[in-house]
């Protein structure tokens, strides 16, 4: 299942992310640009997976 969300769902206003928001699940591949990593971002009381 895939979905769209609009980032102002993911961070507020001026909250700036950064690692220790997000725990690394797995590193999916490596291309030219850097790694693809599988994280598990850590919010209130939801848990989102995202890929970086």
Do not use: W
């Not at 609009?6 to 591949?29: N, R």
Request: net charge negative.
């Amino acid at each position: 299942m895939t979905s769209e969300i609009e980032i102002t769902e993911i961070a507020k206003e001026g909250e700036k992310a950064d690692p220790s928001q997000f725990e690394l699940l797995s590193m999916i591949g490596q291309g030219s640009f850097g790694k693809v990593l599988l994280v598990k971002k850590y919010m209130d009381v939801i848990l989102d997976n995202y890929l970086l």
